[in-house]
C-alpha cells in the first residue's frame, strides 16, 4: 500500500510580509507560525512523515523546541519554492507511487478535516489533486493604468490551496528541467507534462499568510479551534 508524506517548503524569506526574520517563525498564538502547519499535518493519521524543507543557512529553526511527532528536517530550500520542493522529493526515503502532500508553511490554518477530505477524494486518482476555491467575486483584468481591461467570466475558475498531493516519481519527474522559476505550485509542474489534476473543495480559513494584517486572521482562526 501507498505511504502519505507531507513536505512543507519552508525556505523562503517572506518579503512581501516585510518582517526581519522570515513570516514561517513568527509567534502565533505562542508557537512559531510553521508549528501549528506542521502540527495539523501530523494530526492527520494516514500521514506517516511530516518533512520541512528549510534553507541550508537557516538561522531560526534550531532555536525552537518543535516537540511533534512524525517530524523530519530537511536543510536543503533552494533558490526558489519549486526549487526546495524537488530538493526535498530528492531527499526523501520513500518509493516512487508513496503519495506526497506539498503544503505551504505560511498556510497555518490548515484543517486536518480539509486533508481528510483531499485523501478521501484523490483516492488513487492516476494523477493526483489539490485544495482549491471556487472564486466566489467578479474578477477584473487590469490594464498598465490601473484601469478594468475586461471583466473575466469567474464560471471555471479556481483559487489553488495547498496540500497538493501527487505521486513522489511523476511529481519529482515534473520538477526536473529548466524554467523552475515560473512554476509556483505542484499542480502546474504536472499540468506542463500533461497530467489533469483534481480540484477539491478546499477551506476559506486555509489562507496563506502572505502580509501583517493576515496575522490577526490566523491567530483568531486557531483560538477559535477547541483543541
Ligand atoms: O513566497 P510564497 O509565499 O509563495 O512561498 C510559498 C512557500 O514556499 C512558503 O512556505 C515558502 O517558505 C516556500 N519557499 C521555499 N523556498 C523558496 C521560496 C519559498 O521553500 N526559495
Not at 517572506?14 to 502547519?37: C, D, E, I, V
Not at 505550485?185 to 486555509?206: C, F, H, M, T, Y
Request: glycine share 8%; net charge negative.
Amino acid at each position: 500500500m501507498s505511504r502519505y508524506l507531507a513536505l512543507v517548503p519552508a525556505a523562503g524569506h517572506g518579503s512581501r510580509f516585510g518582517a526581519p526574520s522570515p513570516k514561517q517563525y513568527l509567534q502565533l498564538n505562542g508557537k512559531p507560525l510553521m508549528w501549528h502547519t506542521l502540527r495539523a499535518l501530523a494530526a492527520v493519521a494516514a500521514i506517516d512523515t511530516v518533512a520541512v524543507v528549510i534553507s541550508p543557512n537557516d538561522e531560526w529553526f534550531d532555536d525552537f523546541d518543535w516537540d511533534l511527532p512524525k517530524l523530519q528536517v530537511l536543510r536543503v530550500g533552494g533558490a526558489s519554492r519549486a526549487e526546495s520542493v524537488r530538493n526535498g522529493l530528492d531527499a526523501l526515503d520513500c518509493a516512487a507511487d508513496d503519495w506526497v502532500l506539498v503544503h505551504d508553511a505560511a498556510r497555518c490554518c490548515l484543517s486536518a478535516d480539509a486533508v481528510e477530505r483531499l485523501l478521501a477524494e484523490v483516492g488513487d486518482d492516476p494523477v493526483g489533486g489539490l485544495l482549491a476555491l471556487p472564486v466566489p467575486d467578479t474578477v477584473k483584468r487590469a490594464d498598465a493604468e490601473r484601469r478594468v481591461a475586461v471583466t473575466v467570466s469567474r464560471a471555471d475558475l479556481w483559487l489553488a490551496q495547498t496540500p497538493q498531493m501527487f505521486r513522489h516519481g511523476p511529481l519529482r519527474q515534473a520538477l526536473q528541467g529548466a524554467g523552475l522559476d515560473a512554476i509556483t505550485d505542484e499542480a502546474s509542474a504536472i499540468e506542463r507534462s500533461g497530467g489533469k489534476p483534481l480540484l477539491v473543495e478546499g477551506d476559506a480559513q486555509n489562507f496563506k499568510v502572505t502580509y501583517p494584517r493576515d496575522l490577526a486572521l490566523a491567530r483568531a482562526v486557531l483560538a477559535a479551534r477547541k483543541d
